[in-house]
């Protein structure tokens, strides 16, 4: 699923590549990605310049000059690939958009995706709520965040209403750089604590950017990011060690999914295996696309 540095990278290149451009035509296959009826689509968009493209989390934010808004959220996966040529449009896509140059783009989902067309001041549910970008807030407001918060810190982290964008890609190496059991309580957290998180979420996110994203997803033009699994502190791999302190990981249940950590660098105060035990038997707070 990509995350906030894919959805920055994909930005950057549209913001490199379509703005300016007409919107002449509109291809819709799967109506269920839809938040209103395909006539509206052909209504609204065809004649449209595209402004700007943001990231918003893990949607991509197409504003264009009429003040409406297209988003797109690919998911638990997908492609979006820039075309020169419309004849290269593969048969199996589920969105397009040509522009009067005959260049554009097409989208690909694995399961699902979302592309909604938000008119002038219209709200729209599944993104109105998204909370701050991680990389754009400071640490001043990150902090607040987390005062009097009960619970645990990774469900926290993935909740996209607290914070947009991270999901279960980058959440281990965060944790791990910020020395944080993902079961930690929230409220046990100390002020330099907070403030290692807040940094870790800023370099790993950062890192990523840098080196194009993860090479797990591929970028505007088909070409995959430069972040690998070997830029992992330790990798999602049995019998790994701590590159810290010498220490085997653990493979640990986390509601429904799994984590790997460092028994040593990231200690659970008070938990232990019986915590553990107990919060594996939980449902995590869902990642809300």
Known sequence: MPELPEIVIFCNQMNDTIISKEIDKVGIFQPKCLNRPEKEYFQHLPGQIIEQAAPLGKWINLELKSKNHLLINIGMGGEIIYFANPEVIPDKIKFYIQFKDKTGFYVTL???????????????????????DPLQISLEEFKPKLNRKRGRIKPFLLDQKNLRGIGNFYIQEILFQAKLHPLRQINGLSKGEIEHLY??????????????????????????????????????????????????????????????????????????????????????????C
């Open 110 to 132: 694995w399961w699902f995706g979302y592309f909604h067309l938000v008119l002038k001041g219209e709200s729209n549910p599944m993104t109105d709520k998204l909370g701050d």
């Open 199 to 288: 940094d870790a979420i800023q370099n790993v996110l950062q890192r990523s950017i840098e080196l194009g994203s993860s090479s797990y997803e591929m970028d505007l033009f088909g070409k995959k990011g430069g972040y690998s699994l070997k830029e992992l502190s330790f990798a999602y791999e049995k019998d790994a060690v701590c590159p810290d302190c010498g220490t085997q990981t653990q493979k640990i249940k986390t509601g429904s999914n799994s984590q790997y950590v460092c028994p040593l660098c990231q200690q659970l105060p008070g938990g232990g295996d019986d915590v553990q035990e107990k919060y594996s038997m939980l449902e995590i707070h869902k990642t809300d």
